[in-house]
């Protein structure tokens, strides 16, 4: 597909798209808006001691971090979660507060933190403490009694080695003192010996105690505290109304977008006259926009508005039909469609109307003798007309043919409805008067059934010199059309083309200034319908009598 078509699917279907989106945001708004409030607490936690030690290494701070990452996922374990509840006495599942629990390990760090999302802010509070006072409880550090017996023992031993150096370091200040009282060289000999031997006994003290500090501060690795305790949140944090309301828009969106395209995909009906040369390799020689109006007379727009677009588009298919082509004119027309409601008899009272009015003797002939609708688009008497002629009745082509409104148009309405329409429409006499009509009138346009429907479409089509097919675009489907072709052609029709009704593109308010206009107001007229069919030909009065007055009965053994 091309840009255009993309946009032309979007602009066909943007109504639903709206809707849809306007159903997905209210249903999203109102959802949400029946939705508790909720709100998060979270605690936050430390493992380890590395920044209690003054002299931490990187190793500390590594061994840490990893650690941190399992006791975060360890929170979300059956035996925490249920300690925690036997602990405030709660009667729930351990699987619910599973889901109501997060952890977060803080990138970089020996931090995580333990959130809790509840309806209740004080409970989300009390529930992420104990949490993390659980994990705790549970930790190696906490439970490992020999480690705490080691740490009291290192402290002891600090404070001995303390004690131990304080009074090295006064003996070697006495013995200083001594030395520089003595008074012969066998004192000042045996204090320096001395001194020497308790200044090597005190730098061991001094690195045995260093070492013993440096341990005791280092801490366990696996060592939790809390960093920071839970809050009572002051405003919930969900749900968030205008996020929903827009996601769920944007989803509505996509959905009736792809819904739009499957529909556009899925549909096989003719909407365009590149359609109809695809399925069909024929010429699209008019496209009509639709025709507002409720009744049949409202629709005849050539007569009532003939500046309009519309009526434009009659006389554009006038001339693609080419009647006056000199190879092999058309003298006979019959207008079809694949199925009902597809527009036929309108266009065929419209194209009469302008052939006339191009100055043609036109005879348009409502061969519909199942459903006929001629009569009341031009509000003519139906009690004679084509059936009384077929049906053998001894009466004149004068006495059939009514009078309209548009000069050298006359119409020969179906009349009363037969038994057998397709018989009568195969008979010998419908042969002669379609030879009758075609002698006297420039152009004689037939209005017949469709062609899926009944079998009078296609009797008559291969008695004519041309066949236009009228299809209804965006409701006939290719199926139907293509079959009808198939039939019209298997009897010799020959099918000049398409006429596109009800064509989309022309919709809109360029043509409705038109039909608001006086310009296209009615005329009326007191001519004879002979008279007027023959008039623009120059037939004197003489001739018209003499033709007038010939039995169509008298003519069926020519």
Do not use: C
Request: charged content about 20%; overall charge neutral; hydrophobic content about 40%.
């Amino acid at each position: 597909m091309e840009l255009r078509q993309y946009v032309n699917v979007l602009l066909k279907w943007w109504w639903m798209i709206l809707a849809s989106v306007i159903v997905a945001g209210g249903a999203s708004y109102v959802g949400t808006r029946a939705m508790p409030r909720t709100y998060l607490s979270r605690t936050t936690l430390m493992v380890g001691q590395a920044l209690q030690n003054p002299n931490a290494t990187q190793a500390d701070f590594s061994t840490g971090q990893v650690l941190a990452q399992s006791y975060a996922d360890l929170t979300r374990r059956e035996p925490v979660l249920r300690a925690t509840l036997e602990a405030l006495g709660l009667k729930w599942q351990w699987v619910v507060l599973k889901d109501m629990i997060s952890t977060r390990v803080v990138p970089g760090t020996q931090l995580f933190e333990i959130s809790v999302l509840d309806t209740d802010p004080q409970r989300a509070a009390v529930l992420a403490d104990q949490i993390a006072q659980q994990l705790i409880l549970q930790s190696p550090a906490a439970t490992d009694a020999q480690k705490e017996a080691e740490r009291q023992f290192t402290l002891g031993q600090i404070e001995d080695l303390k004690a131990n150096i304080k009074r090295g370091q006064d003996e070697m200040q006495q013995l200083d003192d001594t030395i520089a009282k003595a008074t012969s060289a066998k004192q000042i000999q045996d204090a320096r010996a001395r001194q020497t031997a308790l200044q090597a006994q005190v730098s061991s003290w001094q690195a045995t105690y260093a070492q013993l500090e440096a341990n005791l501060q280092r801490g366990a690795p696996n060592f939790l505290s809390v960093v920071e305790p839970a809050q009572v949140p002051t405003g919930s944090v969900g749900p968030r109304t205008m996020a929903n309301v827009l996601l769920a828009s944007l989803v509505g969106l996509a959905l009736a977008g792809a819904a739009a395209f499957l529909l556009e995909y899925l549909d096989d009906s003719i909407k365009s006259p590149d359609d109809v040369l695809q399925a069909l390799g024929l010429k699209t020689l008019g496209n009509i926009a639709r025709i507002e109006g409720e009744d049949y007379p409202s629709k005849l727009v050539v007569v009532k508005y003939p500046r309009s677009p519309v009526a434009e588009a009659y006389r554009m298919l006038r001339t693609n039909l080419r009647f006056d082509d000199g190879e092999r004119p058309l003298r006979t027309l019959m207008v079809t469609s694949a199925g009902p409601q597809e527009g036929k008899s309108i266009t065929v009272a419209n194209l009469a109307v302008v052939l006339a009015q191009s100055g043609k003797r036109v005879v348009l002939v409502d061969a519909d003798l199942r459903r006929p609708s001629q009569h009341h688009i031009f509000d003519l008497d139906n009690r004679v007309g084509l059936s009384t002629i077929l049906e053998g009745r001894d009466v004149s082509l004068a006495d059939m043919l009514q009078a309209t409104s548009v000069i050298g148009l006359s119409i020969l309405p179906s009349g009363p409805l037969p038994d057998s329409p397709a018989e009568l429409l195969g008979s010998r006499r419908m042969i002669d008067l379609v030879e009758l009509l075609s002698e006297y009138a420039d152009v004689v346009v037939f209005d017949s059934p469709p062609v899926m429907a009944v079998a009078d479409a296609t009797i008559l089509a291969g008695r004519m010199d041309g066949t236009l097919l009228v299809v209804d675009s965006g409701s006939t489907r290719r199926g139907p059309v293509q079959r009808t072709k198939e039939a019209l052609t298997a009897v010799g029709a020959r099918l000049l083309g398409i006429a596109m009704n009800r064509f989309s593109s022309l919709e809109g308010g360029y043509y409705q200034y038109y039909y608001s206009s006086d310009d296209g107001q009615r005329r009326h007229h007191s001519t004879s319908p002979i008279a007027r069919l023959f008039k623009r030909n120059g037939h004197s009065a003489h001739t018209l009598d003499v033709v007038s007055e010939i039995p169509i009965a008298r003519r069926e053994g020519r």
